[in-house]
């Protein structure tokens, strides 16, 4: 039995999640055009008769400019230590923006599979010069050009993370698919639609927080909190006459029944916390604990 943990490292906005949800077959991360979409360092299962494999979604490489950046480097660095398998996801032109990150793979005795991906948008040209910078790089690293996106050479990856996993039993259950819970993935639903719906700086100034999952026979009722860092954000987040959280409850609702398979009943308020991003406190409170 095979059984170990593929993380997954890159910039922003490369494709991380979009390729952790093809490999494992999932929706589990969130998706959006925006970079930092991943905060948190997310898991996905995928079981096979022969092989479990553990992957590990991290948020994209920033400098810090904040404390919750400060905790997104934070589960970065956690995944750099406890790997057993780097995929390390790249894109044209892309180079990793932390270089201390960069050096820590390098240094590091663990195998590499890196992908340089959204190659369906790019010329093969550029693809054989982004791959020649990568060997030269990262000389261990297997390279594969993919599209998350697209699906192509998702299959590829896939066995290739398969053959470098190590000889272990495995280290969750065979159903399981991941290990957050449906509370965690009703707050990063809402938090899409947030991303989505709204532009400039007010996605990143949001949090989301799920005060009650209630857990009915017919029905899961949910009750959630939206926080932002200033009055004048929760008016933008309410909208005229409460039009634009509406909206955001509709289709975040829905993705929620498509996704836990039952019908939903979701509540959403606005609250602000001053600053919550520089709050170590309130960081906490969030789930950004790297201690």
Do not use: C
């Not at 925006?34 to 948020?59: C, W, Y």
């Not at 017919?218 to 987040?237: L, M, T």
């Amino acid at each position: 039995m095979k059984a170990g943990f593929v993380n997954i490292i890159g910039n922003p906005n490369v494709g991380k999640s979009t390729l952790m949800n093809a490999l494992v077959g999932e929706n589990l991360s969130i998706i959006t055009y925006k970079a930092q979409t991943t905060r948190h360092r997310i898991m996905g299962i995928l079981n096979g008769e022969d092989f479990q494999m553990v992957f590990s979604d991290t948020p994209g490489i920033v400098n810090a400019a904040n404390k919750l950046h400060e905790q997104m480097l934070g589960f970065i660095n956690g995944a750099l230590k406890d790997a057993d398998v780097f995929l390390l996801v790249t894109e044209i032109g892309e180079k990793l923006k932390n270089e201390n990150v960069l050096e820590k793979i390098i240094n590091s005795s663990i195998p590499v599979v890196l992908v340089i991906n959204k190659i369906d948008i790019s010329k093969q040209e550029l693809i054989n010069q982004m791959i020649e910078y990568w060997q030269k790089i990262i000389p261990r690293a297997i390279i594969i050009p993919a599209s998350a996106k697209e699906k192509f050479n998702i299959d590829n990856i896939r066995e290739t993370l398969i053959n470098l996993l190590p000889e272990n039993p495995p280290y969750f259950p065979q159903d399981e698919l991941t290990d957050k819970s449906m509370r965690f993935f009703a707050s990063e639903i809402i938090r899409e639609k947030i991303l989505l719906n709204y532009s400039k700086e007010i996605p990143y100034s949001v949090e989301v927080a799920i005060e009650e999952y209630k857990e009915e026979q017919d029905i899961d009722r949910i009750s959630a909190v939206i926080y932002v860092e200033r009055e004048s954000q929760k008016n933008i987040i309410i909208g005229k006459g409460g039009q634009m959280i509406k909206k955001v409850g509709i289709q975040a609702r829905k993705d929620i029944e498509d996704f836990s398979g039952k019908h939903i009943y979701l509540n959403l308020f606005v609250k602000v916390r001053d600053n919550w991003r520089n709050n170590l406190k309130d960081l906490r409170y969030f789930g950004y604990d790297n201690k």
